[in-house]
DNA sequence: TCCCTAACCAAACAATCGTTTGTTTAACGT
DNA sequence: ACGTTAAACAAACGATTGTTTGGTTAGGGA
């Protein structure tokens, strides 16, 4: 009854070719026919998996923030310092979007109003994902003078920008959340028991 | 002898057009004929001006880097200490890029590799202006373990991202800049007498 | 006043874009 | 073994893209 999904379906393939492609050259720039000549599809086929372009993107988005999620959450779950969980989120976020399997970095890289017909859609899909952050955030013991907000923003732009500068070969992921919380966050930590353990 | 510029070249028209129009929308998405529309040419009259788009693109950058440069020195030359002259530069530097006239904005917006062909051209103009903040940066007391490499990648990914969130009433670009050097600066420097003059 | 040319207009160009249409192939349930 | 249909191919569509070409207008030095 339910169409069957065939063992030879290339929709995971197409949606590869489609996230590297945005990946690297961005949403307008990526033609249906690059991405199909990626995947060795005609550009036609690829209307069949996907009504239209805009509804490709959001596709790619979909699974960026799933695999996203999915790795952030079991970075942080493995500890319990709020401190410590955040800096796990941080070098698994950082980790993801300067990878080349790039779902991850298409979220960064494409902003939603380059598809104003799903931007809306985006936008939620982004927002999805941040309230991870929001929550990591929440958690965390701050001095009452500190804005939340603007941390958290701070701590974003920083992240994604590395997606910008970071070359193969470069720092880790790791190294580079440690010293961005090394530089933010002792300082805006409350005054707490057992500072160094 | 020499070609004589008229009084009423539109050239500015033209250049502000396309400033607005690539910072609103990006480079791709903002066509010839857009631009011609928005200062009242027509398509083919704006390559008496510019060669074609790529080289529009460039002059653009250019003049937003001239605008940066000079709005940043002034804001910058009025004060002597360190850690002002820096929160001075990120606070003007905040300021144009979420201001509606748009060049400074085209520059954070638009990456080099938007225009192929003219990326390099892109990226020394964007790093001629980087420049002041490193200068700013290593006349900054600092303690010796920190990394100032990425604190300036991090400042940067900081207030360049607030492009992106910020909306019309909102924290003013003094307070943000404040906010931000009070989170990592402080924590950042090094012993110095008279921390709180 | 005259004339040169800076600064534009008007209209088309070839290329490429996202997309549609009709047809073909082959994997699967029965 | 057969018939259905998922999944693709082959080829074009109209629209839009950056750009070119040849003609027009008006500002300013002589």
Chains 1, 2 share one sequence.
């Not at 492609?21 to 026919?33: E, V």
């Not at 929440?138 to 590395?162: C, E, F, Q, S, Y």
Request: charged fraction near 25%; charge should be negative; glycine fraction near 6%.
């Amino acid at each position: 009854m339910n169409q069957a999904i065939r063992a030879n379906n290339r929709n995971d393939v197409l949606l590869d070719s489609a996230a590297e492609l945005f990946s690297a050259r961005g949403y307008q720039a990526s033609t249906m026919r690059d991405i199909a000549r990626k995947c060795g599809m005609l550009p036609g086929s690829i209307y069949y998996h996907y009504a239209n372009k805009d509804a490709l993107l959001v596709a790619v988005y979909a699974e960026g923030v799933r695999r996203l999620t999915e790795r952030v959450e079991e970075a942080v779950a493995a500890h319990s310092d709020p401190w410590e969980r955040l800096e796990r989120m941080l070098a698994t976020h950082i980790e993801m979007i300067i990878e080349p399997t790039a779902y991850a970095s298409v979220i960064i890289r494409i902003l939603p109003d380059a598809a104003p017909a799903v931007a809306r859609e985006l936008t939620d899909l982004r927002n999805r994902y941040e309230l991870i952050l929001r929550n990591l955030l929440t958690a965390l013991p701050l001095a009452d003078d500190v804005d939340r907000k603007l941390l958290r923003l701070l701590l974003i732009g920083a992240a994604n920008h590395v997606q910008v500068w970071h070359r193969p070969g470069g720092e880790s992921p790791e190294t580079i959340a440690g010293e961005l919380l090394r530089m933010v966050g002792h300082r805006a930590a409350a005054p707490q028991d057992g500072d160094q353990p």
